[in-house]
């Protein structure tokens, strides 16, 4: 029995396809809702949906570079406590910039996106890069300065 898959099924088929399973299987699959028959009907649903996502994702992405490009502009300015020679005491977070970038810009990021290897431990401009979409990355620029 033909059947399309609504979600992924370890093993078996990924959401989207459209798979040949014995008859008992594919009841199964049916009954718990991760398959539907495979009819006219419900190919024509599952062809409408996938452009729907195809252009849903192309939006996403020119939001994403409208964002960047709107981002890059900015900067955020951290003060920091700091000794001789531009060594700041402590080390300059993820999450502090994050809420420092909210606080001057007004602007909600996610922190988990900051690509750093490790936090900023000198005085400075560093520039951070952020991950906006799997195809989009941005350029934090962060000024840190001494108090």
């Given at each position: ?29 049916i009954k718990n809702k991760k398959a539907v028959p495979a009819t006219d009907g ?28 709107e981002l890059e502009q900015m900067e955020v300015t951290m003060k920091v406590k ?47 890069p952020i991950t906006l979409h799997p195809d989009v990355q941005a350029t934090l ?7």
């Open positions: 029995m033909k059947v399309i898959m609504q979600e992924d099924v370890k093993g078996k088929g990924r959401k989207g396809e459209t798979k040949e399973f014995p008859q008992g299987f594919a009841n199964f699959l419900n190919m024509q649903r599952q062809k409408e949906q996938e452009q729907q996502e195809a252009a849903s994702a192309i939006q996403e992405l020119e939001n994403a570079k409208v964002f960047k490009a700091a000794g001789d020679g531009g060594r700041v005491f402590g080390a300059v977070s993820s999450k502090a910039i994050i809420e420092a970038f909210e606080v001057q810009c007004s602007v909600k990021l996610d922190k988990r996106k900051l690509i750093m290897a490790e936090p900023i431990k000198h005085l400075g401009v560093a520039r951070v620029v962060v000024k840190v300065e001494g108090i």
